[in-house]
């Protein structure tokens, strides 16, 4: 089975040639690698006899790991293949031309522009032109008749202009992604034992043969087989959809699949399989994903056959490959294994129970009715307005075509009484097509098809210059929702502090030291005890390097808490190094493994005379409880009561935590080799009778650029709370010193177990009404497990006590992190201490653990939120003036004052150019003396409206007495009623040409939205808008010099120049007028685009809407009505490129985008189209629908209307 599926991938079975050179072929380990548990034993027993006769044929050292030399690693990329997955070929330049291409406005002007060509070059005998009509005749010049052609020509020229543009911004769009995504990939590294040394390589340099060390939080990045583990555990959910995590043990079940979460423990693994091979790597070739999954929207039958085949995928096949399930398509740069873990994490992280062992099954149903995640703010409003705009488009184009050839039928056949001669059918017929090419005209320039490009552009240049700022963005919404952001719910440890922990107190040997004692003080005994305790009980990861400057401080790599205990030992004059070389990994007898419900690790060694020890370290809190004994000054134990633990809490904890220091314990235990083996799996026997060696209280100083931070956060209407495991003493003090609780304020700090108390009920299940009465005052929860920040997360979001809904944002790092950043609006996982887990779940990376980082990204969110709308300010205004204008000129001139290929100019200047210009801006700091917009606010606001609505007035009036009354005001001769294939007048040259400089001037005033007076206010800090008006302006001065008949113009004298650029330069005093008028005054303006509110949509909606992830605004216009005819026109396509371009799950990996209805009208029952972030995941009782759920984890499930 498995060979069929890869005769299509390059390089995945190459041939073992080499049989030589490794005592195993790459099908060898195929084969072993599709085992699990006894059976995967029983046949390394068979073919290696055990785990070192494997490493002895792949020529490795389960100590040392390869040599690193680079022959022998590139000769195990040729026989085994490389630790990447087959990119999809990016599209071509010509692809996305042809996409363009497909826009259903374009496709009728060139229609049309290509019917008016064929019909300019037929001339009737003149002796009937003058029969044909008033219209018809007099045409003066030979010349002038010849160049008939020249409109339908200009019309084409200036389409394929369009779309080059597009295809163009769409190219770059790709291109940027792509870097993106690369970066994304080089961020990702794994540690791995090459010549006796640990290094940390780039996943895709990872080949098979080497050994890999696995730790708590680590995304697998290749299949393996385990050669020492201590306590682990493995969440495999996302290739079998078992939710249970599986324990790892070299007796039992050795093997280690690539895209499985480490949950708990540590070990290291030999990597048998990588790439293509490994068991993601597998299906990822079985869907087709890895060379021919074309998931462009547009290649309709191949993405149906696609769903088709994903419908038809068993749900039960061979044991040899786990479940099946649709992994999407992706188009980036190189696939590695962080995608194929990402594909699988759909299912993965939304059903993951949110700690190891309690509260699993619960947490499940719970997860399985999560509520319908609302698709991003601006893109709902987005998506309804051009529904709205597009509809209203093409209402007025039709009236307009309509009333065009009424007026010229009634003139011809009635006023003029001609009858229909055949001769002079293709004169008429010419006439009809010039109506219809102006009717489709005025659609092109309704229909706003620059919103997309806008956001998009927008977006892109916001995640592009948000690198900068150390935020690396995932997922393309989420910057934006960041500008709505109410609430802030940060970690401490490495967020808010700076994650160097250092030993600054110690209480050893009944004395409290307020700086780190010297050896000599203390009893060689207990520091003995304390020193092996510290070296074997700390995680072999971390350790401390020379500085990397001379001066610089030490390096700490791995876990900081234990690093700040490794430098205790360093302090102490003892060297941690030599006793880990004489005590290796291997010989450590059993390990507890940190974990959120231990808040300990332990360690055992098994002592020479046969006896055991085992050293312990956890909150001080915690393990106190768990000591009897205590270390005394001269060395000896003594008994530890309740009551003196007492007395060491009020005396040495709270005074430590009141400093703001974490307080950690370090303890023992022997167990005499006379009693016997214990039984080390009951956990609560093991961990107790402890004898108390230590307390130490560890500094994490504040980062010097928090407390500023957090400042602009309150001031900018964001409330920020601190979630931290930590002692709920240490997190008042750090809490005060950041500015989050101020004194005098009546704000609320909670422990977890207090929280917990608070909130739920009687029966211990948690109520909302319960949260609200906690929630809008808690500013720290202290002492907190994921669960509880996952409830706080998810009880602050569906609040209803405020009238606005809270936009919540997250921070985290641990692995139990993961349900609150995915639960949260927007997560934020720490670039440098996150793990991959965290990483996975979130949608924007800090780069630099940073708080202050999170302050840029809500400036910037905010920032696209108001290009967005300056945008729209601008666009409204060119549309209403420019519809109203053609249409009103149509109706009483019988021929649109502005010419299509004018018509189309002015569309190029306020869509691509005007997008690019007001898209990037660059954001200020005034941004943040604003309070959230909330989910609610208009997109257009009544300021805007004002402004809107203000300008076209003064458009209008300026074109109209321009048209009617321009001839007698610049003494030239009228352009009205003229001829059909008559010459460009002056008069219509003018009428043109100031409606171009007054759209120019006043995109100066589109650059403030909330009526600010100084317009030009940092104008020169985008030098894009600069160049984009400037620009303009010159080739607008081109087109009327030399533009000749294919424009429409003729060239101006100096002083019609001058009162064209005075008429345009009008708009900017008149917006000076405009912003006089209180808004408040002004109370009939309506606002425009809302979002669709959750009470707005009817119960029989809400049904349908069921087996939908999102709710889906332009779904819902859209169906309203009925009106499938109007869902053809590709312009709102378009429209649906605005919720494609950012669509939650487009994170990079552009995925398939979603068809805006058109497939799922074909198609009346489930549609799969993958959308990377959310898992459809139905909750059905019956047997079958649980086969269709696990053919469709990883799916969205689109339901169609079978309208």
């Known amino acids: 089975m498995a060979n069929n599926s890869y005769s299509g991938v390059k390089n995945s079975m190459v041939e073992a040639n080499h049989d030589g050179e490794f005592g195993c072929t790459l099908k060898d380990l195929r084969s072993l690698m599709e085992l699990r548990g006894a059976e995967a034993i029983s046949k390394i027993g068979e073919s290696y006899e055990d785990t070192q006769g494997l490493c002895n044929r792949l020529k490795t050292s389960p100590i040392d790991g390869l040599s690193g030399q680079p022959a022998d690693i590139e000769k195990r990329k040729t026989v085994f293949g490389e630790n990447l997955i087959p990119p999809k070929k990016p599209k071509t330049f010509l692809q996305l031309v042809w996409e363009a291409l497909q826009d259903v406005t374009l496709i009728i002007l060139e229609v049309a522009a290509i019917v008016s060509l064929g019909l300019s070059f037929y001339k009737p005998p003149d002796a009937e032109r003058e029969n044909c009509g008033r219209a018809a005749g007099g045409v003066e010049d030979e010349n002038e008749s010849e160049a008939g052609w020249i409109e339908g020509a200009a019309i084409l020229l200036s389409v394929v202009c369009v779309v080059l543009v597009t295809a163009f911004n769409d190219w770059s769009k790709e291109k940027q992604f792509r870097g993106l995504q690369s970066r994304i990939e080089q961020e990702q590294k794994f540690t791995v034992v090459r010549g006796g040394q640990v290094i940390q390589i780039p996943v895709a340099e990872i080949v098979v043969g080497d050994v890999a060390q696995v730790k708590y939080g680590d995304l697998l990045p290749a299949d393996g087989v385990l050669i020492q583990g201590n306590d682990l555990k493995i969440d495999e959910s996302s290739l079998t959809g078992e939710s249970d995590h599986v324990k790892k043990t070299q007796e039992k079940d050795p093997m280690l699949l690539s895209g499985t979460h480490v949950m708990e423990g540590s070990g290291k693994m030999l990597v048998t399989a990588v790439g293509v091979n490994s068991q993601t790597g597998i299906i990822f070739t079985l869907l087709g994903s890895a060379e021919d999954d074309d998931e462009d929207e547009e290649e309709k039958k191949k993405e149906k056959e696609e769903k088709k085949k994903q419908r038809k995928t068993p749900a039960g096949q061979p044991a040899a490959s786990p479940p099946s399930f649709a992994i999407r398509g992706f188009a980036v740069s190189k696939v590695t294994w962080l995608d194929v873990a990402k594909a699988q994490d759909g299912a993965a992280m939304e059903m993951q129970p949110l700690n190891s062992d309690e509260g699993a099954d619960a947490e499940e149903k719970k997860k399985s009715n999560l509520p319908k995640k609302e698709k991003s703010v601006l893109q709902g409003k987005l998506t309804k307005l051009a529904v709205q705009i597009g509809k209203a488009g093409l209402v007025m184009s039709a009236i307009t075509v309509i009333i065009l050839v009424v007026l010229f039928v009634v003139d011809t056949f009635w006023i003029q009484g001609l009858s229909w001669v055949k001769e002079c059918t293709p004169i008429y017929i010419q006439f009809f097509v010039k109506f219809f090419i102006i009717g489709v005209t005025v659609l092109v320039v309704a229909v706003p098809e620059g919103l997309p490009l806008a956001v998009t552009i927008s977006l892109a240049y916001s995640v592009k210059k948000m690198m900068k700022d150390n935020n690396l963005v995932r997922h393309l919404d989420a910057c934006e929702t960041m500008g709505n952001a109410t609430a802030i719910c940060s970690d401490k440890t490495g967020t808010l502090t700076m994650n160097r922990m250092t030993v600054v107190q110690a209480f050893v040997a009944e004395k409290h030291y307020k700086k780190v004692p010297e050896p000599e003080n203390i009893p060689s005994s207990i520091l003995d005890i304390l020193i092996l305790g510290i070296a074997v009980n700390c995680a072999y990861t971390t350790k401390i390097m020379p500085p990397e400057k001379e001066g610089g401080l030490p390096r700490q790599v791995g876990n900081k808490t234990e690093c700040a205990l490794l430098g205790f030992s360093n302090d102490l004059k003892r060297d941690y190094q030599a006793i880990r070389t004489e005590i290796p990994e291997e010989k450590l007898y059993k390990v507890y493994t940190f974990n ?99 307390v130490v209280g560890i500094e994490d100083p504040v980062r010097p650029e928090v407390p500023d931070a957090i400042r602009k956060c309150q001031r900018a209407g964001i409330t920020v709370r601190m979630v931290t495991g930590d002692n709920i003493n240490t997190a008042r003090a750090i809490a005060t010193k950041c500015g989050i609780l101020l004194p005098g304020d009546d704000f609320i700090c909670l422990e977890g177990k ?9 029966k211990g299940e948690i109520e909302q009404e ?60 720490m670039g440098i201490a996150g793990t991959d887990v965290a990483k996975e779940a979130s949608d924007i990376i800090l780069t630099d653990d940073n708080f202050s980082s999170i302050v840029k990204a809500v400036m910037w969110g905010r920032n696209v939120y108001d290009s967005i709308s300056k945008f729209l300010q601008f666009q409204l205004t060119v549309n209403v003036v420019a519809v109203i204008v053609a249409f009103t000129g149509a109706c009483i001139t019988q021929d649109s004052p502005l010419k299509a290929v004018q018509m189309l100019w002015v569309n190029l200047i306020m869509d691509t150019f005007a997008s690019l210009a007001l898209a990037t801006e660059p954001p200020t700091e005034a941004l943040l003396l604003r309070k959230p917009y909330g989910r609610n606010k208009p997109l257009i606001s009544r300021t805007m409206m004002k402004n809107i609505l203000g300008q076209g007035v003064y458009q209008l009036i300026i074109i109209f007495t321009l048209l009617f009354a321009g001839e007698k005001l610049f003494d030239i001769d009228s352009g009205r009623n003229t001829p059909l294939h008559a010459p460009p007048s002056e008069h219509y040259t003018i009428v043109f040409n100031t409606f171009v400089l007054m759209q120019l001037f006043n995109e100066i005033n589109a650059r403030k939205i909330h009526g600010e007076r100084n317009v030009f206010e940092g104008i020169f800090n985008n030098l894009i808008f600069c160049s984009i008006v400037f620009g303009t302006f010159i080739i607008q001065i081109v087109i009327v010099q030399f533009g000749g008949k294919p424009f429409s113009c003729v060239s101006l004298t100096i002083d019609q120049w001058l009162w064209c650029t005075f008429l345009g330069f009008g708009s900017l005093l008149w917006g000076q007028v405009i912003s006089t008028v209180p808004t408040s005054r002004l109370k009939f303006l309506k606002t425009a685009g809302h979002g669709t509110q959750k009470e707005e949509i009817p119960d029989y909606e809400l049904e349908e809407l069921d087996d939908m992830d999102e709710i889906d605004h332009a779904e819902r216009e859209l169906r309203r009505g009925q009106i499938l005819w109007f869902r053809g026109l590709n312009r709102i396509q378009t429209q649906m490129d605005v919720v494609s371009a950012f669509q939650s799950g487009t994170s990079f990996q552009g995925a398939l985008r979603r068809q805006a209805s058109n497939s799922s009208q074909q198609q009346h029952d489930v549609t799969n189209v993958s959308s990377p972030t959310h898992v459809a995941f139905s909750t059905t009782t019956t047997a079958t629908a649980a086969n269709t759920a696990s053919a469709t984890v990883g799916c969205e499930c689109v339901f169609s209307s079978s309208a």
């Not at 235990?669 to 609560?684: I, T, V």
Request: net charge positive; with cysteine.
């Open 596 to 694: 959120s419900v231990r808040k300990s690790m332990s360690t055992v060694l098994k002592m020479a005379d046969g006896s055991y020890r085992m050293f312990s370290k956890g909150a001080s809190e915690i393990l106190l409880k768990k000591c009897s004994k205590i270390m005394t000054a001269n060395g000896e134990s003594k008994v530890f009561r309740p009551r003196d633990r007492d007395d060491m809490v009020k005396k040495v904890i709270e005074p430590m935590a009141s400093e703001g220091l974490r307080t950690i314990c370090l303890a023992y235990r022997d167990f005499p080799a006379s009693e016997g083996e214990p039984d080390w799996d009951s956990e609560n026997d093991i961990l107790t009778g402890l004898t108390c060696l230590s």
């Open 754 to 762: 207090e929280f917990n108390r608070r909130i739920r009920n009687e």
């Open 770 to 829: 319960r949260i609200d009465k906690i929630w809008p005052k808690l500013r720290v929860l202290a002492r907190s497990s994921p669960t509880d920040k996952h409830t706080l997360v998810k009880g602050i979001i569906d609040s209803t006590v405020l009238e606005q809904r809270q936009v919540v944002a997250v921070t985290g790092d641990g692995t139990n992190d993961g349900p609150a950043l995915k639960k949260a609006d927007v997560g934020f996982a």
